[in-house]
C-alpha cells in the first residue's frame, strides 16, 4: 500500500493542529496568576518517609473571587503523596480577583539525609 504526499501532507497537519490546541489549553490554565495570602505546607506522609519516596506532585486548583480555595485535585504524583497535598491547599488563601481562575501548584518532596 502506497502513501501518497497528499496523505502524509494532510496527516502532518492534522497532528499540528492537535499539539497546538494541546498547548493552548495549557497556556489557559497557567494564566491568572494569583498571590498566595497564607498557605500550609504539606508534610511528608510517614509511610513515605519509610518507603523512601520522593517527587513531584501537581494539584489543580479552582480558587473562587473572593480568594478561597474551591476546590482542588491531582493532575501528577505518588498516590501516597496526593493526599497531603490536597488537605494542605483546601486550607490556602489567595488575593481576591475579579473572577473564578485555575492554577496548578507544585510541590517537591525530597528525602533528608539522615
Known amino acids: 500500500m502506497r502513501i501518497t504526499w497528499g496523505k502524509k501532507l494532510l496527516v502532518a497537519a492534522a497532528a499540528s493542529l492537535f499539539v497546538l490546541s494541546l498547548a493552548g489549553a495549557q497556556t489557559a490554565v497557567e494564566e491568572g496568576k494569583r498571590k498566595i495570602k497564607s498557605r500550609t505546607n504539606p508534610s511528608m506522609p510517614e509511610l513515605a518517609r519509610r518507603m523512601n519516596i520522593s517527587g513531584k506532585v501537581k494539584i489543580e486548583v479552582v480558587i473562587a473571587p473572593d480568594g478561597h480555595v474551591k476546590s482542588s485535585r491531582p493532575i501528577g504524583?505518588?498516590?501516597i503523596l496526593v493526599q497531603t497535598c490536597v488537605d494542605?491547599?483546601?486550607?490556602?488563601?489567595?488575593?481576591?480577583?475579579?473572577e473564578e481562575t485555575t492554577q496548578i501548584i507544585e510541590f517537591d518532596f525530597k528525602l533528608q539525609d539522615r
Open 77 to 79: 504524583g505518588h498516590p
Open 88 to 98: 494542605s491547599v483546601k486550607d490556602w488563601k489567595f488575593e481576591a480577583g475579579p
